[in-house]
């Protein structure tokens, strides 16, 4: 390697530099290129020009040459000694003296790529936008947070957390910096958003910095609402993945100046280095979206769990229910507990009731959805003037059917081909088309059927038949609505796009359960819960919530008594039992059978780690980019929660390895992976 490559530091003894400046004290520059590849995931030597001495600072991003042609990279230190005892090439130049990686970020994406066997390019891609040069010429001093909204503050009260037991003991920690963590469930009805937004401008207007991520833009925007009924709108900084690259740089170059205290954004805003971070809240972190589908596929509960550790800053979960990850903190000791005292629950609660009563009169067939119970409840609450939540686990029509009696799929008696309704027509064959009036079972004679899955559609059009003349609306898939007006109106919705309404609804449905509890997946009894306690907190404390299932089944049982902590912690016993995450640590290793074996001889586990598989990715799982599903299979790698980081490292090596080698075909490492079948 020439002198005008860059040399990579050794280990060996370490040699002092003369210096290339009268004024240079440190004249070599470690630089971590942005490559994204694991054999390259470290640092190297370069050679500070005088010129940019001053610029070259820690966190900068640089040009550098690297193996014949220019890279970008970022500065991570500075030092008078190299180890590498050839000659170092200079820095090409600065791109900007920007320090847009400071030392707290620096810290938390070495932490994480050993933990996800991950590349610290890839992380910094999602924690650093973009540069835009525009935005750096027309910056001046940043102002002070306080300077951004009116000079006299409105005081915002906080006397409603005193309802939930340990509550005012964990505002006062927080307000005086101690870095006190919770998980928060809200009585139904109570505004979970409303009261984040309360605590995080308290901490602001204290002289902290608040960090509020949570899953989704729509949430985002609802949150912003309720800060801006308490400070103006420069004093919010939003960071989602709908902005353009100059504000997202903006608003992060805010961030790095510390004029912005009041951050709150979607899953990437969790590597946001506020300066003096005192509170950092993630609401609902069981929900998918907070995982980056992108390697090292991090969750951003990881992110802020990691930054409370390292920041020493306050850490809230709020959500409707609990994880089995935030119950394992829990149990651990690492955070407390916030539930409603039994005063505020018993005021709070709406009438829960568990049918599994699929009966219905004879001479009325307009209301074969809802059980009798659910019927009754859904008409008085439209007669008092209020409307109805309708939640199905999914959107469109209904896809199949089943014999009412034995379960058994309803069949074309021609092909063989599944049987479904569309609109009022007869049952007829999705492969072959044919119209089957009078389907008997094959199994049990029985000529009843039902569909395995209604669809919000489907059981819209069915509910507008029933309650006519209300209007009834749907809220699902891309459609999604926010809000509804008060009044008598029927509204269905699938799991997460349920509307708020003011007052709450009378009454909450929640069918098909059986279809949420019945999936082939870890976490489908603890998505089942959180989905029906999420609609169930819409209800008003007068209303009321059926669900259409049996009261003996756990989790229902649960529900009904909105026993949140107990759920958990039944959920994260059966986990333990079995060794799966989060009692321990899981990685999922996806490509070909081949590419497989060759990753694993390259793999030297820890001991104590389990292999598990290979087997087919579990169901709506996507492939690895550029495969089929049929030709890609996942293995498991098990090990103990205590040796997560050696797993880590073993990833990260023997994709460094497989790398070298030039291996071509593709593998895909997750660590934790949200769907582990």
């Given at each position: 390697?020439?002198a005008?490559?860059p040399r990579?530091r050794?280990q060996g003894?370490r040699?002092?530099?003369?210096?290339t400046g009268p004024?240079q004290?440190?004249?070599?520059?470690?630089v971590?290129?942005?490559?994204?590849?694991?054999?390259?995931d470290?640092?190297?030597?370069y050679l500070?020009?005088e010129?940019?001495?001053?610029?070259a600072?820690?966190?900068?991003?640089?040009?550098i040459?690297f193996?014949g042609?220019l890279?970008?990279?970022?500065v991570?230190?500075?030092?008078?000694?190299?180890?590498?005892?050839?000659?170092?090439?200079?820095?090409?130049?600065?791109?900007s003296?920007?320090?847009?990686y400071?030392?707290?970020?620096?810290?938390?994406v070495?932490?994480?790529?050993?933990?996800?066997?991950?590349v610290?390019?890839d992380?910094?891609?999602s924690?650093?936008?973009?540069?835009?040069a525009?935005?750096e010429?027309?910056?001046g001093?940043a102002?002070?947070?306080?300077e951004?909204g009116?000079?006299?503050?409105?005081?915002?009260p906080?006397d409603?957390w005193?309802?939930?037991?340990w509550?005012?003991s964990f505002?006062?920690a927080v307000r005086?910096?101690?870095?006190?963590r919770?998980?928060?469930?809200?009585a139904?009805?109570?505004?979970?958003?409303?009261r984040?937004?309360?605590?995080a401008?308290?901490?602001a207007r204290?002289?902290?910095?608040?960090?509020?991520?949570?899953p989704?833009q729509?949430?985002v925007?609802?949150l912003?609402?309720e800060?801006?009924?308490?400070?103006?709108?420069?004093?919010?900084t939003?960071l989602?993945?709908d902005?353009?690259?100059?504000?997202?740089?903006r608003?992060?170059?805010?961030?790095?100046h510390?004029?912005?205290?009041?951050?709150?954004g979607?899953?990437?805003?969790?590597?946001?280095?506020?300066q003096?971070?005192r509170?950092?809240?993630?609401?609902?972190d069981a929900?998918?979206?907070?995982?980056?589908?992108?390697?090292?596929?991090?969750?951003?509960r990881?992110i802020?769990?990691?930054?409370?550790?390292?920041?020493?800053c306050?850490?809230?979960f709020?959500s409707?229910?609990r994880?089995?990850?935030?119950?394992?903190l829990?149990?651990?000791?690492w955070a407390?507990?916030?539930?409603?005292?039994?005063?505020?629950?018993?005021?709070?609660?709406p009438?829960?009731?568990?049918?599994?009563?699929?009966?219905?009169?004879?001479?009325?067939?307009?209301?074969?959805?809802?059980p009798?119970?659910?019927f009754?409840a859904a008409?008085?609450?439209?007669?008092?003037?209020t409307p109805?939540?309708?939640?199905?686990?999914r959107?469109?029509?209904?896809?199949?059917?089943?014999?009412?009696?034995?379960?058994?799929?309803?069949?074309?008696?021609?092909?063989?081909?599944p049987l479904?309704?569309?609109s009022?027509e007869?049952?007829?064959?999705?492969?072959?088309?044919?119209?089957?009036?009078?389907?008997?079972?094959?199994?049990?004679?029985?000529?009843?059927?039902?569909?395995v899955?209604?669809?919000?559609d489907?059981t819209?059009?069915e509910?507008?038949?029933?309650?006519?003349?209300?209007?009834?609306?749907?809220?699902?898939?891309?459609?999604?609505?926010?809000?509804?007006?008060?009044?008598?109106?029927?509204?269905?919705a699938?799991?997460?796009?349920?509307?708020d309404?003011d007052?709450?609804y009378g009454a909450v449905l929640?069918?098909?359960?059986?279809a949420?509890?019945?999936r082939?997946?870890?976490?489908?009894?603890?998505?089942a819960?959180a989905?029906w306690?999420s609609?169930?907190?819409?209800?008003?404390?007068?209303?009321?919530?059926?669900?259409?299932?049996?009261?003996a089944?756990?989790?229902?049982?649960?529900f009904?008594?909105w026993?949140i902590?107990?759920?958990?912690?039944?959920?994260?016993a059966?986990?333990?039992?079995v060794?799966?995450p989060?009692?321990?640590?899981?990685?999922?290793?996806?490509g070909?059978?081949?590419?497989?074996?060759r990753?694993?001889?390259?793999?030297?586990?820890p001991?104590?780690?389990?292999v598990?598989g290979?087997v087919e990715?579990p169901?709506?799982?996507?492939?690895p980019?550029g495969?089929?599903?049929?030709?890609?299979?996942?293995?498991?790698?098990?090990?103990?929660?205590?040796?997560a980081?050696?797993?880590?490292?073993?990833?990260?090596?023997?994709?460094?390895?497989?790398?070298?080698?030039?291996?071509?075909?593709?593998?895909?490492?997750?660590?934790?992976?949200?769907?582990?079948?």
């Amino acid at each position: 390697m020439g002198a005008a490559e860059p040399r990579r530091r050794a280990q060996g003894r370490r040699r002092s530099l003369a210096l290339t400046g009268p004024q240079q004290t440190e004249p070599v520059a470690r630089v971590l290129p942005l490559l994204g590849l694991p054999q390259l995931d470290k640092t190297f030597d370069y050679l500070v020009p005088e010129k940019m001495d001053a610029d070259a600072q820690p966190g900068v991003r640089v040009r550098i040459r690297f193996a014949g042609r220019l890279v970008d990279g970022i500065v991570i230190a500075r030092s008078a000694e190299t180890d590498h005892p050839g000659n170092l090439a200079y820095l090409k130049s600065v791109i900007s003296p920007e320090v847009v990686y400071p030392p707290q970020l620096g810290v938390l994406v070495d932490s994480l790529a050993e933990l996800y066997g991950g590349v610290r390019s890839d992380i910094i891609r999602s924690a650093v936008p973009g540069r835009h040069a525009r935005v750096e010429k027309g910056r001046g001093e940043a102002p002070a947070w306080r300077e951004l909204g009116p000079l006299e503050l409105s005081d915002v009260p906080l006397d409603n957390w005193s309802t939930y037991a340990w509550g005012e003991s964990f505002v006062a920690a927080v307000r005086s910096g101690a870095p006190a963590r919770a998980a928060w469930h809200p009585a139904p009805g109570d505004p979970m958003l409303r009261r984040i937004a309360e605590l995080a401008v308290n901490v602001a207007r204290d002289g902290g910095g608040a960090l509020i991520v949570l899953p989704d833009q729509r949430r985002v925007d609802a949150l912003e609402a309720e800060l801006r009924t308490m400070v103006s709108a420069r004093q919010i900084t939003v960071l989602t993945a709908d902005l353009g690259p100059e504000s997202r740089y903006r608003r992060y170059l805010d961030v790095i100046h510390g004029s912005a205290k009041l951050v709150i954004g979607t899953r990437s805003a969790a590597y946001a280095p506020v300066q003096d971070l005192r509170l950092a809240v993630l609401v609902d972190d069981a929900d998918d979206n907070l995982a980056d589908p992108r390697a090292p596929y991090i969750h951003a509960r990881d992110i802020l769990t990691a930054r409370s550790a390292f920041e020493h800053c306050a850490l809230l979960f709020a959500s409707w229910s609990r994880s089995a990850e935030v119950q394992q903190l829990v149990a651990r000791g690492w955070a407390a507990t916030l539930v409603p005292t039994p005063e505020h629950l018993a005021e709070q609660m709406p009438t829960m009731t568990a049918s599994a009563d699929t009966s219905v009169d004879a001479e009325d067939t307009s209301r074969t959805r809802l059980p009798a119970v659910a019927f009754r409840a859904a008409r008085q609450a439209l007669r008092d003037g209020t409307p109805v939540l309708v939640q199905v686990p999914r959107k469109g029509y209904q896809p199949s059917l089943s014999c009412r009696e034995c379960g058994t799929p309803a069949r074309c008696r021609a092909c063989n081909g599944p049987l479904e309704i569309r609109s009022d027509e007869a049952p007829s064959c999705r492969w072959c088309g044919r119209v089957e009036p009078r389907h008997r079972c094959q199994t049990c004679g029985s000529m009843k059927i039902r569909a395995v899955v209604t669809g919000s559609d489907r059981t819209a059009e069915e509910l507008g038949r029933t309650f006519a003349p209300h209007p009834v609306r749907s809220s699902s898939g891309e459609k999604i609505l926010d809000r509804i007006e008060p009044g008598a109106r029927v509204v269905v919705a699938t799991p997460g796009a349920e509307p708020d309404v003011d007052g709450g609804y009378g009454a909450v449905l929640l069918l098909d359960t059986w279809a949420m509890l019945g999936r082939q997946d870890l976490r489908a009894t603890e998505d089942a819960l959180a989905a029906w306690a999420s609609a169930a907190a819409k209800a008003s404390g007068s209303g009321s919530v059926v669900i259409d299932a049996d009261a003996a089944i756990p989790t229902v049982r649960s529900f009904i008594h909105w026993d949140i902590v107990g759920a958990a912690e039944t959920e994260l016993a059966e986990r333990g039992a079995v060794r799966f995450p989060p009692v321990a640590q899981m990685a999922a290793i996806d490509g070909t059978p081949d590419a497989i074996s060759r990753f694993t001889e390259e793999l030297e586990l820890p001991a104590g780690a389990d292999v598990l598989g290979p087997v087919e990715l579990p169901q709506g799982v996507r492939p690895p980019a550029g495969m089929e599903a049929p030709e890609v299979r996942r293995l498991l790698v098990r090990v103990p929660r205590n040796e997560a980081r050696e797993l880590g490292k073993a990833l990260r090596a023997a994709a460094a390895t497989r790398a070298m080698a030039r291996e071509e075909r593709p593998v895909r490492i997750m660590v934790d992976p949200v769907r582990v079948g």
